[in-house]
């Protein structure tokens, strides 16, 4: 972990906080310059498609992957009325097969499966371009480290098909 002054161009910069030993505080008159701390859970990995428009993005949006907690994944740039489905499995590895899967042969070019479709969630049409899926985590200890995967797949409105980047994470 490294603690620099939002102002530093680069990290390990001579203005550190570490060096100087002084540093903003949750006081400062400039709210940029306020400290805060980003913990992310989890790694975005892939390439998302799509058959009309830019590819969409699964990303991390809140909560935490913990026992009895619940979590949010966030899927972006979605056309309104996509109709879309959380795929959730155990590996980016393998699933019938090795992964990731190049879904051109099915009529799908530049599209992959980047994660085993162990379970998959299907959510009712967007009303907006992003969308929220929020997942709990059971009380169960056996869960403890397990590695999970995500992604979305979507079928937009007009018959176009959407595919996002995939997200993997471990619960704790």
Known sequence: MVLRNPIEASPGGGD??????????????????????EIEFGTSFGAGCASAGGPPVLAFAGGAPAMAQSFTLRTSALPV??????????????????????????????????????????????????????????????????????????VGPAGSFHMTSAFGFDVY
């Open 81 to 154: 009325g996509s109709r879309p489905t959380v795929l959730i499995g155990g590996s980016d590895t393998w699933w019938n097969g090795p992964l990731p899967l190049d879904l051109g042969s099915i009529g799908l070019p530049g599209c992959w499966l980047l994660v085993a479709p162990d379970g998959q969630v299907h959510f009712p049409p967007t009303t907006a371009t992003a969308f929220d899926a929020r997942f709990v985590v059971p009380a169960d200890p056996s869960l403890s480290g397990l590695g999970l995967f995500a992604q979305t797949a979507a």
């Open 16 to 37: 550190s906080v570490i060096a100087t030993g002084i540093g903003p505080s949750r006081e400062d008159a400039d709210a940029a310059n306020r400290p805060y701390l």
